[in-house]
């Protein structure tokens, strides 16, 4: 299992990435990257709300800590949903929107610094993305 901290380990080891709060969660974000010079979110804890658990119905949740991850475009969420259904997912709240669910306890390490990495590169301006090799 994947825990927050490995998280905070992968998105903090990126160029220009800072934890953030986020609705009283964790996040992580580009810095400088927004109009005003502000810090643009590509990771964000997600826990359910009231409302994602009532859609559900008698369904139970996906159990766990569950993280939220920017992709590119609608095309790439769809290629990230099909390669690892069993960890990554939506609900219907993301519908339309370019970011994945990950259930953290279901996920290998590899899969998610993948996504983290995406993730940050559909945030990073491109000039910083071009540098950062890993």
Wanted: a negative charge; proline letters at 7%.
């Amino acid at each position: 299992m994947v825990s927050l901290d490995d998280v905070a380990r992968m998105a903090t080891d990126l160029p220009e990435v800072a934890e953030v709060d986020r609705h009283g969660n964790r996040a992580w974000a580009v810095c400088g990257v927004t109009a005003s010079g502000g810090a643009k979110v590509f990771a964000w804890e997600r826990p359910f709300s009231k409302a994602d658990i009532r859609r559900y119905g008698a369904e139970a949740p996906p159990d766990g800590p569950i993280l939220a991850i920017r992709v590119a475009d609608l095309h790439e969420k769809e290629a990230v949903l099909a390669d690892n259904p069993d960890a990554f997912f939506t609900i219907p709240h993301f519908d339309g929107y370019a970011a994945v669910l990950v259930q953290l306890e279901k996920v290998d390490e590899a899969a998610l610094r993948e996504a983290i990495l995406d993730g940050w590169r559909s945030c990073a301006p491109p000039e910083l993305s071009r540098r950062y090799r890993p």
